[in-house]
């Protein structure tokens, strides 16, 4: 079935630092979504990206969807205490919303 | 603004025991969702319902049934309970299936089964 693979699973960076995440799927998408999970709260929809190839941005978030539309990534630069949670991405496929495998990001101050 | 509710939040249950997990939305939303969520496994979808009166099964049915119950309300039933089943369940909701639409969802319910 289709998968939808994370990495790195784990990230614990410094305040200030840059941080990415990169979501690969095992078949085409037909749009890709990014989600965020604080600690103990529930995911909250960020972004869609549809198009081959397309940048979105958010203050500081990065979205790209890659041109073969199989994967995905997000960029956060200049990290801080707020952006700590679990980033997931979410393709829509047989099973409708298949999540990723989710990236937690800690945030040292 | 309720959105996506969930009842309850924290439940403990005995190996066998069954229970039902409520989910409501007042979005109107035709589709809803059901997740389970395990450290490192992300979200696995079990049941969804693509609109009222129609049950799909996810990548983890087994153990699990769900209703339909109106455009609102989605249920998820465990018959018999098994510790395997201990996890986060999330319900969603979104205006349609599938991309496009951006899914909502509920506070989650914590369950524990001993």
């Known amino acids: 079935g289709q998968q939808v693979m994370q990495i790195p699973q784990y990230q614990h960076v410094q305040e200030g630092e840059d941080f990415t995440t990169y979501c690969n799927s095992s078949?085409?998408?037909?749009?890709i979504q990014w989600y965020k999970q604080r600690p103990g709260g529930h995911p909250v929809f960020l972004i869609q990206?549809?198009?081959?190839?397309e940048v979105k941005k958010q203050k500081r978030l990065t979205f790209q969807f890659g041109e073969a539309k199989k994967n995905s990534s997000l960029h956060i630069t200049a990290t801080q205490t707020t952006d700590v949670g679990t980033y997931f991405c979410?393709?829509?496929?047989?099973?409708?919303?298949?999540f990723g495998t989710g990236t937690r990001l800690k945030v040292l101050a | 603004n309720a959105g996506v509710t969930q009842t309850p939040k924290f439940q403990v249950l005995k190996t066998g025991q069954s229970m039902t997990l409520q989910c409501a939305q007042d979005m109107n939303h035709n589709s809803m969702y059901w997740y389970r969520q395990d450290p490192g496994m992300g979200l696995r979808l079990i049941y969804y319902?693509?609109?009222?009166?129609?049950?799909d099964k996810g990548e983890v049915p087994n153990g699990y049934n769900v209703s339909r119950l109106n455009k609102r309300e989605f249920s998820l039933r465990l018959e018999s309970a098994a510790p395997s089943q201990t996890s986060v369940y999330f319900c969603?909701?979104?205006?349609?299936?599938?991309?496009?639409?951006?899914?909502?969802f509920g506070q989650g319910t914590r369950l524990t089964v001993v």
């Open positions: 319902s693509a609109s009222e009166g129609t049950t």
């Open positions: 979410a393709g829509s496929g047989t099973y409708k919303y298949i």
């Open positions: 990206l549809v198009k081959s190839g």
């Open positions: 969603a909701s979104s205006e349609h299936t599938g991309g496009g639409t951006e899914a909502f």
């Open positions: 078949t085409t998408l037909s749009n």
